[in-house]
Antibody, heavy 123, light 106 residues
Framework: EVQLVESGGGPVKPGGSLRLSCEASGFTLSSYNMHWVRQAPGKGLEWVSSSTIMSSYFYYAASVTGRFAVSRDNAKNSLYLYMNNLGIEDTGVYYC????????????????WGRGTLVTVSS | DIQMTQSPSSVSASVGDTVTIACRASQGIGPWLAWYQQKPGTAPKLLIYAASNLHNGVPLRFSGSGSGTDFTLTISGVQPEDSGTYYCQQANSFPRFGQGTRVEVK
């Protein structure tokens, strides 16, 4: 079964750091572009970051540029999101998502999602 | 940045009704638009990609249309399990989601 499982969320104080992990199973993560999408409580979806195949390129939303970093460990079939200098506005559920790729005629379509991990930034 | 605007923000429908949700992009994105369904406490699910292509396993009562700046998601013969929030997302460049449309099926 194709699956993504996030971990690493939890409470953190403003200015703190966290590392989120996303472990893939049922497919080879290195063959896909991968993404992080977040959702603040009661709000809509916001794209956060992307890692292309072979880690050739990394992309970030303006709201996290300079504070977040994405990486992947293909040997562990895992994706990571390093989050620094966290603010209250970073609170939310963070989803890891797989890019559908050519099967969806174009990139930037997310066909497999994890269940998410909750990050709570509060003093 | 491309902005995505959905309407309406919420809709209430009876079983069997046809529900239509609109999504407008602030600039042309060709056919590169996706639709997702999200139920409370769960992750979004991809319904439609490239404006009108049904993702694997999605019921045929869902359909999408449009190109450029104006897009539509239609649910023909809505069912109780279709209740949830629907998001459009531009897939032409860095992703941007609409604000969501809550669908309630009575």
């Amino acid at each position: 079964e194709v699956q993504l499982v996030e971990s690493g969320g939890g409470p953190v104080k403003p200015g703190g750091s966290l590392r989120l992990s996303c472990e893939a199973s049922g497919f080879t993560l290195s063959s896909y572009n991968m993404h992080w999408v977040r959702q603040a409580p009661g709000k809509g979806l916001e794209w956060v970051s992307s890692s292309t195949i072979m880690s050739s390129y990394f992309y970030y939303a303006a709201s996290v540029t300079g504070r977040f970093a994405v990486s992947r460990d293909n040997a562990k079939n895992s994706l990571y999101l390093y989050m620094n200098n966290l603010g209250i506005e970073d609170t939310g559920v963070y989803y890891c998502a797989r890019d559908c790729g050519g099967a969806c005629r174009n990139y930037w379509n997310f066909d497999v999602w994890g269940r998410g991990t909750l990050v709570t930034v509060s003093s | 940045d491309i902005q995505m605007t959905q309407s309406p923000s919420s809709v209430s429908a009876s079983v069997g009704d046809t529900v239509t949700i609109a999504c407008r992009a602030s600039q042309g994105i060709g056919p590169w638009l996706a639709w997702y369904q999200q139920k409370p406490g769960t992750a979004p699910k991809l319904l439609i990609y490239a404006a009108s292509n049904l993702h694997n396993g999605v019921p045929l009562r869902f359909s999408g249309s449009g190109s450029g700046t104006d897009f539509t998601l239609t649910i023909s013969g809505v069912q109780p399990e279709d209740s949830g929030t629907y998001y459009c997302q531009q897939a032409n460049s860095f992703p941007r989601f609409g604000q969501g449309t809550r669908v309630e099926v009575k």
